[in-house]
């Protein structure tokens, strides 16, 4: 069996945040891939081949639980890590509730990533 | 060198020896040539000279000799003379020269000189031989046939009349200079056809005409045209052409001369006219003489012929036929006094232009006075003395009476206008009726309607038995004519008080048979808004009507009593309020200024004294005042003076004074230029103390900001999720890019480049959070008013980059249409932010609960032709009501469940501080328009140049 690097893929539409979180991601040793939209990641090849994903809530157009519910009708079973820079946490038990791994509040730590993502990691 | 003389018929014994017969024989000849002859060497020494020579000029052989050098040969000949001989003497030629020659007796003659050789066998020339022919008479006739020749073309050339010649074909050969001159052509264009482009159009093809056919005939004739002068202009000629004939009698030119008739062209057509006129005017004539009255009459003074007309007798008040014609009949009914004055002034005036212009009255037969005017002319017989006089009479009465009521009115008139009391005006009134309405007594009665009673009686020919028991006479409807008069807004015309049972039972019909009146007729006078002020009334000693003159008389007289008595009331008014103005001045602390500036004379009311602390009477300057001003408003001083000395319409300023305790007022003073003349700069103005109002107005506006800035920290509350996310962004990034950072230094080996890259996003992140925290400082940091130029543009966009994030979670879709070159407008750029976060706040909240359509919100700033700036936010929100829309800027009025209903009020107050308007309407389908207008900086609604405004904040002045 081949090992094979965990894919980590980043939705936000954020430019800042499509920089430079896949340039940390990489550093703690996985692949990396950004996209500025949840359409623009259902497009791609690495729907397939993503290990973890994480998503930004609040984006124009379709929002980060909309992906979330999209995947599921699609039964891509990709574990979700949302990321926010909202201080409102009331949508937090139901991105939860509906599977989500961990979410996320900007600005958040390496160590707080790493936990989520790893965590993540296990599950798929 | 020899010579011989033959002067005495003896040759020099040297010559007799060394010459041979030939030579005596040569003498001889040339001796007896009756002409005079010349004989010279070779070499041209003269040798011989004949009698005639000698006899001609009259002068020895030795004088002659050196004729070169003598005035023998005209001056003039001389040279060709000497040139000719030479020429020959080389060429050995004959020559043949004319030239002058004086005669003994001083005149000189022309010569034709006829040079001869004389040669030996040998061909050699022995002498010359000069022959001179008289040609003096040949030579005169020549000049003079050459003068008289010149002399003709002269003439041709210069007779006033254009001449011509043409040729058989009628194409023209020659003009004269004059003609060419006429029309400004050169000989080559006029000549053949080229004239004809001088003659008008219009009379081209008739003289065309008449042409070919004078040359059909072959006999003179003649055509009429217009000619163009070379100036454009073009006049009538007469062209005439004369045949020459050859000797067969073959037409073989033309010559023609035209003339200019023109005068004579106008004169038939002002003939014409006149013959018109003429016409015309005997029609007018008779016309005038019905519309005008103005009756003709022809008087043959001395032979008592007269033809008046039956009219001018009527003028006369004569039955027709009736005037016998004589001087004396004439002169007895021509009013007395104007005899004396007017006619016989008209007739010594008559006697010295023949011009007789009168205007007389004449006594009728039932001796009543009519004014006449008479118009004419009168003829004196050798001895001086009128013996016929032809002219027009015209009544002239009405015109002349109205001359008399027109110089009453206006002495009148100038009464009121000069202020003299109205009890004078009034009197003098009915002393001017009584004048020409004789036989009557007039009098005014001012009325109090609110009595009704008679306030006040005048009647300057009447008792005071008569007028004392008319004061405070009450007034009824039934209790006399004026009673009724000023009742009933009508005339009432008594004709004869005794009889008439109307008033039979009044006091005052006993009141006025006492006093003999018998007629009685009151007219009410009327105020311009149509009350009634007095009554005016006529009396008469028995009982009348009035006539048409005397009613035109009493609409005159009523007419003026009216503008009497009310400027008398106005006056009091006037006076009354100027009382008023005064005390009214003195509670409103206004004061009032007249100030020439040219003179500098400077004139205040007493509260403006007041004001300003000064003693009432003080001579005011403007140096004085400028130890009033504050010292921070003294340019404003200086500045007023400079406006004032360049002649401003308006000026207004708010200034403060510094009073002598150190306590501070707060002026506003406003000032209009009054009237326009040269040279002449005067205003007019007022000053208001306004201390009051500003403590007040600073108060307010402390309050204000107050609110104001309570109003923006609640906006912050609703906002705080929204900055929160607009912070957490940019932090994310730096904390994102550091941890990175960290890594790829830790690296073995070291990831500098990458590290270096995550440092300058660290940075740009740092950057954006600290734009958003600058942007909240600048709308939450401070309070105090400050104006600048805004772009509003420019500042709409910060608000929405700051609550972008606030209204996404909303889930407001955000259109914004910003016009283009929107002018900047002059305010506050924190308080007009907050407007436009308030609105924009509102207008997403007023979406919260719409689920049925798109929670779409339009933002649009534009500008329009008043040079208003506008700016407004449309939602698709719940709306309201329209009779809501003003209570929804009543302060604490809200619809909302939280909030307290401060944001709009304080939006309000805010845009009509920047000299705005702010105001809501509903949208067309759903929800609601919120809108302000603020005047751009340089928009034609900004303040005018010449006023000041305030800036409150800064205690200071922006013109």
Redesign the interface.
Known sequence: MIYKIPLISVVDD?E??R???P??IR??GFSAEAFSSAEEFLESESLRSTDCLILDI?M?GMTGPDLQQELKRRREEIPIVF?T????EADRPRLLENGAIDCL??????HDLLRAVNAALRTS | MESKAVTDGRLDENVAEGRSHADSLFRQIVESIPVPVAVTTPEGEVEALNRPTLEYFGKTFEELKGWKSSDVVHPDDLQDTIAAQMAAHETGGAYNVESRHLRADGQYRWFNVLGLPLRDGQGNILRWFHLQIDIDDQKRAEEALLANERGLSEIINTIPALAWSARTDGSAEFFNQHYLEYLGLSADEAKDWGWTTAIHPEDLDRLSEDWRSIMASGKPGESEARLRRHDGKYRWFLFRANPLRDESGKVSKWYGVNTDIEDRKRGEIERKLAIDSLQANQGLLDLAQKSAGAMAFDWYIQEEINVWSSEQEALFGLAPGTFDGTYDTWKSMIYAPDWATAVVRAIQHAQQTGEVDAEYRVVWPDGSLHWLATKGRMFFDNEGKPFRMVGFTSDVTRRKLAEVRLSGEKHLLEMVASGRSLFDVLSELCTYVEGIATECHCSINLVDMNGPKIRRPIAPTMPSTYTDPLLDLPLYSDSGPCGMAAHQKKQVIVEDMENDPMWRSTEYRSLALDHGVRACWSTPIYSRAGNVLATFVILQDKPATPSALQQDLISQVTHIASIAIERAEAEGALKRSEAFLAEGQNLARIGNFSWRVDTGEIVWSDQLYRIFEFEIGTKITLELIGTRVHPDDMTLLYDMAERAGRGVSDYEYEHRLLMADGSVKHLHMMAHIAGSQPGRIEYIGAVQDVTQRRFSEEALNQARSELAHAARAMSLGVLTASIAHEVSQPLSGIITNASTCGRMLDADPPNIDGARETVRRTIRDGNRASEVIKRLRSLFGKKDFTAESVDLNEAAQEVIELTKSELRRSEVILQTEFARDLPAVNGDRVQLQQVILNLLLNAADAMSSVDDRPRQMTVQTGSDVNGLVNFSVTDQGVGFVSDEAEKLFDAFYTTKKSGMGIGLSVSRSIIEGHKGRLWAESNQGNGAVFSFSIPAADGPTALPASSVVLDKSRGSYDI
Request: hydrophobic share 45%; charged share 35%.
């Open positions: 954020d800042s945040v920089e430079s979180l340039d940390l550093e703690l609040a124009p990321i820079a909202r201080i409102d509040f900007k600005p958040f730590s390496e």
